[in-house]
């Protein structure tokens, strides 16, 4: 696993070279969404972030991902794998037909490996409310290892993530234990969301196709009729990372475990939290592809023509003092959406003060944020849905940005903020408090505003802090300028990634 090998000067002796091996790994990377091909959220990003790192470090990594409707609708040049053609999977009951395509990820040479079962995954969305919805992935993670094991494929790690593939590391102590091809194989669970489990009926047990390892399921909770995905990820992977270290130690706590904490707790040193990075690729206004005007820390007068060009397309009607808070979300519980309806309404009527928010979810707050837009009329938009290029503009041309949550495992939208010079307003939880620090206008030093109590005066507090900063210049210039100044880049959270998967497999 090493490649030929990389020069570095020796000491400060200009002349004097040594050839030091860069260690490469082979993973097999299964995820649920990838960006952009199917997206719902963060996942999709780090998956997409994470691998193009391996791959352009020299790591071969092969990323199985389903080849749900919205991929085949996109026409993307796809080829089917010669030796993986016309397969059969059994889960329990259930026998699946299914063959894998591959091709290049858009805008990469990283090859992804799509796994095409029209009985599973030729549907509306991403994710379903179908009563099979935990067969789709049992089925791709099933497929990913099978796939490897015909393409004669050794992987050092099988990384894993969230529930959708959580029973990985499980199959591999198990079901195929007795392929030599996996005898060296690592498994990583990475959490991106302990809120989604997976949990199904007990009744579906066979279709893991355990056999005599059955007990190693978690015995408690099968009597209760329950199996859940991602305790069994938790329990049998040999590493398990979530995607912060706030969140990592927030999980083993009651409060944010949500009922996987005693055995995350159980895991001790096998539990590790690596923040996620940012594509800067993809997020970085001197060069975003959505926006007709660039800017940067250097030169921020792009960013108050993207604002008042933005105001002009919205129909919002905001003065030069106004403070524009933006809002990108999946409207969810997570979120804190509701803390925004004690806090909102009045401060849009007594200050200056507009909004954009982005994003749908659960109805209440869709609502919510609807009658927000009726009652502020020029001063609120909200676009219910989904849309890259207004993220785009909404982290470019806004003055803070909302990100009240109740618990937010990493969050990307803030260390996009940073960087737009957009100020985050985020509560002090999981990858908020790793990512943005509070401003201190004495030493003019912070990042954003920051809160703790998960309630309406904490956030009131917050949002009024900004608008009090904004009427500042000298202090806004400058929060504008910490925040920018901040780099969350994947070079640095992937060699973390790196150095746990050396911790795991060791340097050859
Ligand atoms: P989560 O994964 O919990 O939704 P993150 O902050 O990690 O939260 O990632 C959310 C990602 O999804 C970001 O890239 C964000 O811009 C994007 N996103 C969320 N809602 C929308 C939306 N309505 N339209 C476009 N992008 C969205
Ligand atoms: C999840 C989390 C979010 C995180 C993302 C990517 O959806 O809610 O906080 O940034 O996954 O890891």
């Known amino acids: 696993m090493s490649l030929p090998g990389r020069i570095v000067a020796q000491g400060g002796r200009a002349r004097a070279f040594a050839i030091l091996p860069l260690v490469s790994y082979r993973v097999l990377f299964v995820t649920a969404e990838y960006a952009p091909l199917a997206k719902t959220g963060g996942l999709a990003d780090v998956s997409t972030a994470l691998s193009r790192f391996l791959h352009g470090r020299g790591d071969d990594v092969r990323v199985f991902l389903p080849f749900y409707r919205r991929i085949a609708e996109q026409s993307l040049a796809l080829a089917p794998v010669e030796f993986l053609q016309n397969l059969e999977l059994r889960l329990g009951p259930h026998l699946y037909r299914y063959r894998i395509l591959t091709g290049a990820a858009p ?26 919805e935990h067969r789709r992935f049992l089925a791709l993670t099933r497929a990913a290892l099978e796939s490897a094991q015909r393409m004669g494929f050794a992987p050092h790690v099988l990384h894993c993530n969230d529930w959708h593939t959580a029973f990985g590391p499980l199959w591999l102590k198990t079901s195929y234990a007795w392929d030599r091809l996996f005898a060296a194989t690592r498994s990583v669970l990475t959490i991106h ?63 944010y475990g949500l009922g996987l904490d005693p055995f995350l707790r159980s895991r001790g040193d096998r539990l590790v939290g690596i923040l996620n990075g940012v594509d800067y690729d ?7 592809r959505y926006l007709p005007i660039h800017f940067s820390r250097d030169d921020l007068t792009g960013k108050a023509a993207l604002k008042r060009a933005f105001a002009e397309r919205l129909g919002l009607r905001t003065g030069p003092g106004t403070m524009l808070l933006g809002l990108v979300s999946r409207l969810v519980t997570q979120k804190g959406i509701e803390l925004l309806p004690a806090v909102l309404p009045a401060i849009l009527g007594r200050r200056d003060c507009a909004l954009v928010a982005l994003g749908s979810g659960e109805r209440q707050y869709e609502e919510f944020l609807a009658a927000l837009e009726r009652s502020f009329p020029g001063r609120v938009v909200y ?56 401003y201190s206008p004495a ?40 925040a920018m100044a901040e780099d969350f880049s994947w070079q640095r959270q992937g060699a973390l990634y790196i150095d746990a998967y050396r911790r795991l497999v060791g340097p050859d």
Request: with cysteine; aromatic share 10%; hydrophobic share 40%.
């Open 107 to 132: 805008g990469s040479e990283l090859k992804l490996y799509f796994v095409d079962c029209p009985a599973l995954f030729d549907r509306p969305g991403v994710y379903s409310a179908d009563d099979d």
């Open 193 to 255: 969301n302990i809120g989604y489990q997976g949990v199904f009926g007990a009744e579906h047990a066979d279709e893991l196709g355990l056999g005599d390892a059955a007990w190693l399921l978690h015995q408690d909770q099968l009597k209760a009729g329950r199996i859940n995905s991602m305790l069994h990820g938790v329990l049998y992977a040999d590493l398990v990372s979530t995607v912060s270290p706030t969140y990592a130690r927030e999980i083993c706590t009651p409060e």
């Open 282 to 288: 993809e997020w970085d206004p001197a060069r975003d």
């Open 383 to 438: 676009h219910r849905g989904y849309s890259e290029e207004l993220a785009h503009w909404i982290e470019a041309a806004s003055d803070a940005f909302l990100m009240p949550s109740l618990y937010e495992p990493c969050g990307l939208n803030q260390m996009y903020s940073l960087r737009y010079g957009t100020v985050p307003i985020v509560r002090r939880t999981g990858g908020l408090a790793d990512s943005v620090s509070l």
């Open 443 to 482: 030493h003019g030093a912070g990042t954003g505003i920051v809160f703790e109590n998960y309630d309406a005066a904490a956030l009131r507090w917050a949002v009024e802090s900004a608008l009090e900063l904004y009427g500042q210049p000298q202090h806004w210039r400058q929060l504008m300028a910490n």
